[in-house]
């Protein structure tokens, strides 16, 4: 069978996390992996948008599509461009949106929705679907019948199944896109997922409902099959805690240092995991660690507790000083409030300045879907528009005029103390056209006037009326709570 696995796009040009990361879409990647008796293709249309010549060249039997929230509207683009060129190709969607909302994928273009992680799905659709089947026995698909009526299967969590199963991602099948995929100043990246899920629940995050509750680690010796696999200098370990099981870490850090891999790695870890184990950092920087993406969250106590991040301001502290001593460059993640004031601004970037944190990023406290705050906090939602849900909109009501906080949001994007970035240039992490690159993203983050576009309220967004189903559902069920 011929598989066309398709990563949509969605970015607004020259603006937004696209200017500091653009990962490989490792999902299809690993699903292409698994398919091996087939002919698979992935194309990227955040890089190349020839869906049509694709279409023609390849002929595919099944197109698969994937979906963040803000890649909602492009994705169903994509499923009506297919069928519209064809009938006969199957279409099946599937990622993070269409599992925590199916009902907006509910429609004529799809014939069936992946629920969940999609190795336990996609192969036994298309083991059917070859041998001419019924697709009543798939497990976590929702699926057209002929009536046209969609019909739920069973939900497999696949709770058993060990990480070390999953196929090698085919990297292969992306090596036309690799110099376009980046992390940071890094280019070309590859991304490696050691683990899944997270057993924390902050309340801004999806993560833990996606994989419903449960955390899962591939073993240290099939870490390091990935890792002989990458054929880029540097590899973006993109767990949500890559440094939540310190036995592993540490055996996978003796793994490449007796291999003797000449590589470069950054991650993304909780504070509290680094200030538990400052020795794991220490020995991960002789690794060949340089940067450490953190969600460090807020600059007070209370908003550390108003997201129910679980850690404290001082274990933030400790953890921005082990990773300063080690000379570890600091990507700093904060959660902006929109019910913040003037001196809560404030606050945030006197910190962001005396803990001299080089790289930041900013984002609007936003109840996504299928998160806690979605549902406590539904019925302040301003649109329905999932474009909006960039986190970089206050899609819930401002306690500043929204213009107002705008500016303040945007201000905290104004690095003016350049000392930091001349440390990082002396000490060889950072090269003169590094500091001028990251100059220009902060400078295009810091223009106020950017964010008012997709603004719910001053900007040009879809009504409510244009609601997608989820949101109506989502709608029908706040109303009967409400009763």
Same mark, same amino acid.
């Given at each position: 069978?011929?598989?066309?696995?398709?990563?949509?796009?969605?970015?607004?040009?020259?603006?937004?996390?696209? &200017?500091? /990361?653009?990962? +490989?879409? #490792?999902?299809? %990647?690993?699903?292409?992996?698994?398919? @091996?008796?087939?002919?698979? =293709?992935?194309?990227?249309?955040?890089?190349?948008?020839?869906?049509?010549?694709?279409?023609?060249?390849?002929?595919?039997?099944?197109?698969?599509?994937?979906?963040?929230?803000?890649?909602?509207?492009?994705?169903?683009?994509?499923?009506?461009?297919?069928?519209?060129?064809?009938?006969?190709?199957?279409?099946?969607?599937?990622?993070?949106?269409?599992?925590?909302?199916?009902?907006?994928?509910?429609?004529?273009?799809?014939?069936?929705?992946?629920?969940?992680?999609?190795?336990?799905? &996609?192969? /036994?659709?298309? +083991?059917? #679907?070859?041998? %001419?089947?019924?697709?009543?026995?798939? @497990?976590?698909?929702?699926? =057209?019948?002929?009536?046209?009526?969609?019909?739920?299967?069973?939900?497999?969590?696949?709770?058993?199944?060990?990480?070390?199963?999953?196929?090698?991602?085919?990297?292969?099948?992306?090596?036309?896109?690799?110099?376009?995929?980046?992390?940071?100043?890094?280019?070309?990246?590859?991304?490696?997922?050691?683990?899944?899920?997270?057993?924390?629940?902050?309340?801004?995050?999806?993560?833990?409902?996606?994989?419903?509750?449960?955390?899962?680690?591939?073993?240290?010796?099939?870490?390091?099959?990935?890792?002989?696999?990458?054929?880029?200098?540097?590899?973006?370990?993109?767990?949500?805690?890559?440094?939540?099981?310190? =036995?592993?870490?540490?055996?996978?850090?003796?793994?490449?240092?007796?291999?003797?891999?000449?590589?470069?790695?950054?991650?993304?870890?909780?504070?509290?995991?680094?200030?538990?184990?400052?020795?794991?950092?220490?020995?991960?920087?002789?690794?060949?660690?340089?940067?450490?993406?953190?969600?460090?969250?807020?600059?007070?106590?209370?908003?550390?507790?108003?997201?129910?991040?679980?850690?404290?301001?001082?274990?933030?502290?400790?953890?921005?000083?082990?990773?300063?001593?080690?000379?570890?460059?600091?990507?700093?993640?904060?959660?902006?409030?929109?019910?913040?004031?003037?001196?809560?601004?404030?606050?945030?970037?006197?910190?962001?300045?005396?803990?001299?944190?080089?790289?930041?990023?900013?984002?609007?406290?936003?109840?996504?879907?299928?998160?806690?705050?979605?549902?406590?906090?539904?019925?302040?939602?301003?649109?329905?528009?999932?474009?909006?849900?960039?986190?970089?909109?206050?899609?819930?009501?401002?306690?500043?005029?929204?213009?107002?906080?705008?500016?303040?949001?945007?201000?905290?994007?104004?690095?003016?103390?350049?000392?930091?970035?001349?440390?990082?240039?002396?000490?060889?992490?950072?090269?003169?056209?590094?500091?001028?690159?990251?100059?220009?993203?902060?400078?295009?983050?810091?223009?106020?006037?950017?964010?008012?576009?997709?603004?719910?309220?001053?900007?040009?967004?879809?009504?409510?009326?244009?609601?997608?189903?989820?949101?109506?559902?989502?709608?029908?069920?706040?109303?009967?709570?409400?009763?």
């Amino acid at each position: 069978m011929r598989i066309l696995l398709i990563q949509p796009d969605y970015q607004i040009a020259g603006f937004g996390f696209r &200017l500091a /990361a653009m990962p +490989e879409p #490792l999902h299809l %990647e690993v699903l292409a992996g698994g398919l @091996p008796d087939h002919d698979v =293709r992935i194309l990227d249309m955040r890089i190349e948008a020839n869906l049509m010549s694709m279409l023609e060249e390849f002929q595919p039997h099944l197109v698969g599509v994937t979906a963040l929230t803000t890649e909602v509207y492009t994705a169903r683009d994509v499923l009506l461009a297919v069928k519209n060129y064809s009938e006969e190709i199957f279409t099946v969607v599937g990622g993070h949106h269409c599992t925590l909302m199916p009902e907006d994928f509910q429609i004529p273009q799809a014939d069936a929705i992946a629920i969940g992680e999609g190795e336990l799905v &996609l192969p /036994a659709l298309i +083991e059917a #679907l070859s041998d %001419e089947r019924s697709l009543a026995q798939v @497990p976590n698909l929702i699926w =057209r019948n002929r009536d046209g009526r969609f019909v739920r299967n069973i939900r497999d969590v696949g709770a058993e199944r060990s990480m070390d199963s999953l196929p090698l991602p085919r990297r292969d099948l992306v090596s036309q896109y690799r110099e376009d995929y980046f992390f940071l100043f890094d280019k070309p990246d590859s991304s490696v997922a050691a683990s899944r899920g997270c057993p924390f629940k902050c309340n801004f995050c999806s993560v833990h409902e996606f994989y419903g509750g449960r955390t899962r680690q591939m073993s240290a010796t099939r870490v390091m099959e990935e890792i002989r696999a990458v054929n880029t200098k540097h590899i973006t370990f993109v767990d949500d805690n890559f440094l939540m099981n310190h =036995r592993r870490e540490n055996e996978i850090a003796d793994l490449i240092r007796s291999e003797g891999l000449d590589l470069s790695f950054s991650m993304e870890a909780r504070s509290d995991s680094i200030v538990r184990h400052p020795e794991l950092v220490e020995k991960w920087v002789g690794t060949g660690l340089y940067a450490m993406l953190m969600g460090l969250e807020g600059a007070t106590e209370e908003a550390l507790a108003n997201v129910n991040k679980g850690t404290k301001l001082e274990t933030n502290d400790e953890a921005i000083r082990i990773l300063k001593a080690n000379g570890v460059i600091i990507w700093g993640a904060f959660i902006v409030d929109p019910m913040w004031s003037v001196d809560e601004f404030k606050k945030l970037d006197e910190y962001v300045h005396r803990m001299e944190i080089t790289h930041t990023q900013f984002t609007v406290l936003t109840p996504l879907v299928g998160t806690q705050l979605y549902r406590e906090r539904f019925n302040e939602l301003l649109t329905y528009d999932y474009t909006c849900y960039d986190t970089l909109h206050a899609v819930t009501p401002t306690k500043l005029p929204r213009t107002e906080f705008y500016k303040h949001f945007a201000n905290l994007y104004k690095q003016t103390d350049l000392g930091p970035y001349y440390d990082l240039v002396r000490a060889g992490k950072l090269s003169i056209e590094d500091c001028r690159r990251g100059k220009r993203m902060l400078d295009a983050m810091s223009h106020w006037e950017y964010y008012l576009d997709k603004d719910p309220v001053l900007g040009t967004v879809r009504s409510k009326s244009e609601a997608l189903p989820g949101a109506l559902a989502a709608y029908q069920r706040s109303a009967r709570a409400a009763q």
